[in-house]
């Protein structure tokens, strides 16, 4: 993170953290993963599937965390933090989290479930940056697999950009959108004036599924308000076996 009078330029990093666990549930990765991303130096990191609890792996997984995982995963690193329960089930639940360098002043989590299947929501926080007039407000989304519910959420999407953010206050929106039918770009710039960094500086959004071998474009970094915004290229391990989902991260200039 650097600050001048005029600019300042911050690290985000979005992970779907699922749930600690590696691909199809064999290992427990949750201590590698928090080596992963505290290595990627973040300014904010956006979490999607990360634990809240679970009381029956916390007595059988060997070291299974004391706290929430995205206290675990903040550590020491990230002072500020806010959780969205989306999932609740018989041990535990599960949901999105945002982790900040920056003080998060105010959070409220939209609950966006357009079914009794799939549990899922939009977790926004305000970040005061000191020096600054204009609060950073950033949005973590996990959405649907079904293309209408997708499509719904991405019109709630748009309202809250709309009618609960500044239209001068600068914005970052990241997380799983799921769409791998390449639906919501026009719709996002569209209604909210949103640029995808991947999209803006390659010409498409990044492969993130599998991690193993990425290819469907799920996951996104959209930014408004910011002069600059540009990828920042992550090695394939040792992320490949972190996740299901491939991380990604972006420098953003505001």
């Known amino acids: 993170m650097t600050?001048?009078?005029?600019?300042?330029?911050?690290?985000?990093?979005?992970?779907?953290?699922?749930?600690?666990?590696?691909?199809?549930?064999?290992?427990?990765?949750?201590?590698?993963?928090?080596?992963?991303?505290?290595a990627v130096s973040a300014d904010i990191v956006f979490l999607q599937e990360v634990m809240g609890s679970h009381a029956l792996h916390a007595t059988r997984v060997p070291k299974w965390p004391t706290s929430s995982h995205y206290e675990f995963l903040a550590d020491s690193m990230w002072p500020s933090f806010a959780y969205g329960r989306n999932a609740v089930y018989p041990h535990g639940d599960h949901g999105n989290a945002v982790l900040s360098k920056f003080p998060i002043v105010r959070h409220e989590n939209r609950d966006v479930s357009m079914g009794a299947t799939e549990q899922r929501g939009m977790l926004h926080c305000v970040c005061r940056v000191p020096g600054r007039e204009l609060d950073l407000h950033v949005i973590c989304v996990?959405?649907?697999?079904?293309?209408?519910?997708?499509?719904?959420?991405?019109?709630?999407?748009?309202?809250?950009?709309?009618?609960?953010?500044?239209?001068?206050?600068?914005?970052?929106?990241?997380?799983?959108?799921?769409?791998?039918?390449?639906?919501g770009h026009k719709r996002l710039e569209g209604c909210a004036g949103m640029h995808e960094v991947f999209v803006h500086a390659n010409g498409r959004a990044a492969k993130?599924?599998?991690?193993?071998?990425?290819?469907?474009?799920?996951?996104?970094?959209?930014?408004?308000?910011?002069?600059?915004?540009?990828?920042?290229?992550?090695?394939?391990?040792?992320?490949?076996?972190?996740?299901?989902?491939?991380?990604?991260a972006a420098e953003i200039v505001v």
């Open 3 to 38: 600050k001048n009078p005029t600019t300042l330029t911050f690290r985000i990093l979005t992970v779907n953290t699922h749930k600690g666990f590696t691909f199809l549930n064999r290992k427990f990765i949750l201590h590698e993963l928090r080596e992963a991303v505290q």
């Open 142 to 183: 996990h959405l649907g697999l079904q293309e209408s519910h997708r499509q719904q959420q991405i019109d709630l999407l748009c309202h809250m950009v709309r009618d609960e953010i500044p239209e001068q206050a600068p914005l970052v929106i990241a997380g799983d959108f799921n769409d791998w039918r390449l639906r």
């Open 208 to 248: 993130t599924f599998p991690a193993r071998w990425p290819l469907l474009q799920l996951d996104r970094i959209y930014v408004r308000n910011a002069s600059v915004h540009q990828p920042i290229v992550l090695p394939h391990k040792p992320w490949s076996h972190l996740s299901d989902h491939a991380p990604l």
